[in-house]
Structures are given as structure tokens and as C-alpha cells.
């Protein structure tokens, strides 16, 4: 949750909402890392866990991410919730 934290204050300083997400695998290795950047991407869906989620995706070159872990530093919206589900994300741990 500290690299999540991390990437939430990068994200603020950036203007954007003040959100982090990391991705780690069932032996706790960081597939993916990353804030919020819909306003730098000009686009709606950069969600810092959307990002998180295709990252990881492409490291272990499957859509599915069973095994993984997902922190982030706020609940997902359901955008977010939607695609976590989707990708068989095993654990969500959120800050409130």
C-alpha cells in the first residue's frame, strides 16, 4: 500500500485525483504500478487501477489475473470494480 500511496502523491502533484494502484503477483512481485491520469492521457478511463490492471496484463500476457493482488488508495468506482472482476483479480485491498 506504500507504493500505491507513493503513486496517489504523484498523481496529486500532477493535478490529477489523488489515486494509487499496484499490482502483485502470488509472490508479492510488482507487476504494475500507477496513478490516476486521466487528464494527462486525456482520457476518461485512466483510471490508476484500469492502467494497473492492462499493465499486468501485458507482462504476464494474459487478460486474466488470477493469483494477483490488487492495492489501491481509495474503493473503485464501478468502472473499476467492473474490470477487477473481469480480470479475476484474486484480492482487493482498498484505503478508505
Same mark, same amino acid.
Given at each position: 500500500? %506504500?507504493? #500505491?500511496? +507513493?503513486?496517489?502523491? =504523484?498523481? #496529486?502533484? $500532477?493535478?490529477?485525483?489523488?489515486?494509487?494502484?499496484? /499490482?502483485? %503477483? *502470488?509472490?508479492?512481485? /510488482? !507487476?504494475?504500478? @500507477?496513478?490516476?491520469?486521466? !487528464? +494527462?492521457?486525456? %482520457?476518461?478511463?485512466?483510471?490508476?487501477?484500469?492502467?494497473? /490492471? &492492462?499493465? #499486468?496484463? &501485458?507482462?504476464? *500476457? @494474459? +487478460? $486474466?489475473? =488470477? *493469483?494477483?493482488?490488487?492495492?489501491?488508495?481509495?474503493?473503485?468506482?464501478?468502472?473499476?470494480? @467492473?474490470?477487477?472482476?473481469?480480470? &479475476? /483479480?484474486? $484480492? !482487493?485491498?482498498? *484505503?478508505?
Amino acid at each position: 500500500m %506504500d507504493i #500505491a500511496l +507513493e503513486e496517489a502523491e =504523484a498523481a #496529486a502533484r $500532477r493535478g490529477e485525483v489523488p489515486v494509487g494502484a499496484v /499490482i502483485v %503477483d *502470488g509472490g508479492g512481485k /510488482i !507487476l504494475a504500478r @500507477s496513478g490516476n491520469r486521466v !487528464l +494527462e492521457l486525456q %482520457d476518461p478511463t485512466a483510471h490508476a487501477e484500469i492502467l494497473v /490492471i &492492462r499493465e #499486468a496484463a &501485458r507482462v504476464l *500476457g @494474459s +487478460e $486474466r489475473l =488470477a *493469483g494477483c493482488c490488487l492495492h489501491v488508495t481509495l474503493e473503485p468506482c464501478p468502472l473499476c470494480a @467492473s474490470a477487477i472482476s473481469m480480470a &479475476r /483479480i484474486e $484480492r !482487493l485491498y482498498y *484505503g478508505a
